[in-house]
């Protein structure tokens, strides 16, 4: 089993920048990818970036590509989401996820273990 903690959503505006982190205990952080997936109101859950065990892979999704980067510290078995020039359209819950089987991609089904969320909403 692994356990996945969410934590430093809140309300901001147009403009400004979070850091998101999660983190982990329950078995070897180091042996699966992790993932940020986020869901807003009325839509379905959307994969936003992930990153390898070794960090030397990372994928991201096209809204948010330049403006989110994915880092993972294995000593601390946490993951974070910087997000910077945040937008109204970045307002959701922001999920992050494990993968058993490295699967650094889109699909979450892919994913084995998934975190509580942590909101994150943006003013105009």
């Known amino acids: 089993q692994v356990q996945l903690v969410e934590s430093g959503g809140g309300l901001v505006q147009t403009g400004d920048s979070l850091r998101l982190s999660c983190a982990a205990s329950?078995?070897?952080?180091?042996?699966?990818?992790m993932g940020w997936f986020r869901q807003a109101p009325g839509k379905e859950r959307e994969f936003v970036a992930a990153?390898?065990?070794?960090?030397?892979?990372?994928n991201y999704a096209d809204p948010v590509k330049g403006r989110f980067t994915i880092s993972r510290d294995n000593a601390k078995n946490t993951v974070y989401l910087q997000m910077n020039s945040l937008k109204p359209e970045d307002t959701a819950v922001y999920y992050c996820?494990?993968?058993?089987?490295?699967?650094?991609?889109?699909?979450?089904?892919?994913?084995?273990?998934w975190g509580q969320g942590t909101q994150v909403t943006v003013s105009a």
């Open positions: 996820a494990a993968s058993l089987t490295y699967y650094t991609g889109r699909i979450s089904s892919r994913y084995n273990y």
């Open positions: 329950g078995r070897t952080f180091s042996n699966y990818a």
């Open positions: 990153i390898s065990v070794s960090e030397t892979s990372t």
